[in-house]
């Protein structure tokens, strides 16, 4: 090719439209080793779409326009011819290669959603979502569900040229007015940060007189708790929450992940979606071991709001145990700390208590509060190896997994949880029985109060007839 040298081609450099390699080349290493280098935040303040291996960083370059760059750069903007860049990863000079992890190839839960969730528990009144109308559509909607507007400045393809500056301002502008908020969220898209949308200039020029938390997201990330911790840490930077809340919650972020990636749904290169196992014989089982007076342990490890179902699970076990005169044989575990965790998970936390005692039911341990099932386990092995080690079975709900096998290995399990991908680490790691909530998250969202749950009412029914 002309202009490329052999040396060029040894190195794995392959150019297209030559003419404008030295001015192109030079420039993009200008930029690209600034950004590696300084940790930017806004890798995507030029227009570079970059995929990662082991063995090749590519990078394509092509002109849009009308993003910002730095004043020596004008030159860029000026091209019109598109270079493809293939440059091998040196591990010299700088260079240091992540361990290399399982690429996980059923799909995954997206960042931006977690960053929506995020918002909700903070008491956002109004989530502004930058980017194309059918973002994140599902939970969007399911959010509305929660109390939390959602809106989106539906970027179509002229947006994800051109970019949606003027659109984001109107819309922030129209969302003050229409709902009157207290907190307002913006949060990014893979459009908008791949254009290298500056959301922040947007925010400042609309102006609004409430706080506003900006989510610099999008859904590429392998795991989807940096939503969480990106709109964590612009609350930190509104004054939403305080230091140590952001250091706690950013804890308990890389313990989620942990227990993700070692039994979870990223344990596997692919995990099938499963119902589990029949919940009319689990059932049975439990009432058969009630009978039989075998001492249980019912442990809720749940995730947030899921707790308002799982919790049913605990309600329907104690009182079939109470039919038939075995209640004294049960010990009732449950992260629901009131004290603990963002607004909205510590009035779910507390909307339970109040439900369960309510119905007569005594939660003997407190393992955690509700945003804490990665590490509730570690409280619950204390608890088993100390008081509860000759227990015999343990029906355990939300997150079945995040709870160490440690002492529960010689007793009978019965789990549920409301992951179809959980099925299979959870039957690996030793439990007799598991159970899937399939419908449960759409259920617990808006509400306030216990919600039945299918395997509940298959309990409460069976044990009719026992």
Request: charged share 25%; aromatic share 8%.
């Amino acid at each position: 090719m002309p202009g490329t040298s052999a040396s060029d081609k040894n190195l794995g450099y392959d150019f297209i439209n030559s003419n404008r390699l030295n001015s192109g080349f030079s420039l993009f290493a200008e930029i690209f080793m600034i950004e590696f280098y300084t940790g930017s935040s806004n890798l995507y303040s030029f227009p570079l779409l970059a995929l990662i291996s082991t063995d090749h960083v590519s990078q394509s370059y092509c002109d849009t326009g009308g993003s910002s760059y730095p004043e020596d750069t004008g030159t860029f903007r000026e091209m019109r011819s598109t270079i493809l860049i293939n440059i091998p990863i040196i591990q010299t000079r700088g260079f240091v290669m992540a361990e290399k992890e399982i690429s996980i190839i059923h799909p995954r839960p997206s960042s931006i959603v977690a960053a929506l969730y995020t918002l909700r528990d903070l008491n956002v009144d109004v989530a502004i979502l930058h980017g194309p109308p059918g973002c994140s559509f599902k939970h969007a909607r399911l959010l509305e569900e929660d109390g939390i507007h959602v809106v989106t400045t539906g970027l179509d393809e002229n947006g994800f040229v051109f970019g949606g500056h003027d659109k984001l301002v109107q819309l922030i502008n129209k969302s003050v007015e229409l709902f009157n908020p207290k907190i307002i969220g913006v949060v990014g898209t893979c459009a908008s940060m791949i254009i290298g949308e500056e959301m922040h200039d947007a925010v400042l020029e609309a102006n609004p007189d409430v706080p506003v938390i900006e989510v610099e997201v999008h859904a590429g990330y392998h795991n989807n708790t940096k939503g969480v911790l990106f709109a964590l840490e612009s609350a930190l930077d509104a004054g939403i929450i305080d230091h140590a809340e952001f250091e706690r919650q950013k804890y308990l972020l890389e313990k989620a992940t942990e227990v993700e990636k070692k039994f979870g749904a990223a344990s596997k290169e692919y995990l099938a979606p499963s119902r589990g196992d029949v919940k009319y014989k689990a059932a049975k089982r439990v009432i058969q071991l009630l009978k039989e007076g075998k001492k249980g342990l019912v442990i809720m490890n749940a995730k947030k709001e899921t707790g308002y179902m799982f919790a049913d699970i605990t309600l329907a076990v104690n009182e079939v145990a109470a039919a038939l005169g075995k209640k004294e044989n049960l010990i009732n575990m449950a992260n629901i700390d009131p004290e603990l965790g963002l607004p909205r998970v510590r009035q779910h936390a507390e909307n339970i208590i109040r439900d369960l005692k309510a119905h007569g039911i005594e939660v003997h341990e407190i393992i955690g509060g509700m945003d804490e099932y990665p590490v509730a386990g570690e409280k619950v092995s204390e608890l088993i190896k100390e008081k509860y080690s000759d227990f015999d079975f343990a029906v355990i709900t939300g997150v079945p997994h995040a709870i160490p096998m440690e002492y529960i290995k010689d007793m009978e399990l019965i789990s549920v949880t409301n992951g179809p991908r959980q099925v299979l680490p959870l039957k690996e790691m030793g439990h007799e029985y598991v159970l899937v909530e399939i419908d449960l998250h759409p259920k617990t969202l808006g509400v306030s109060e216990i919600v039945e749950s299918e395997f509940g009412a298959t309990l409460r029914e069976i044990a009719k007839e026992a």
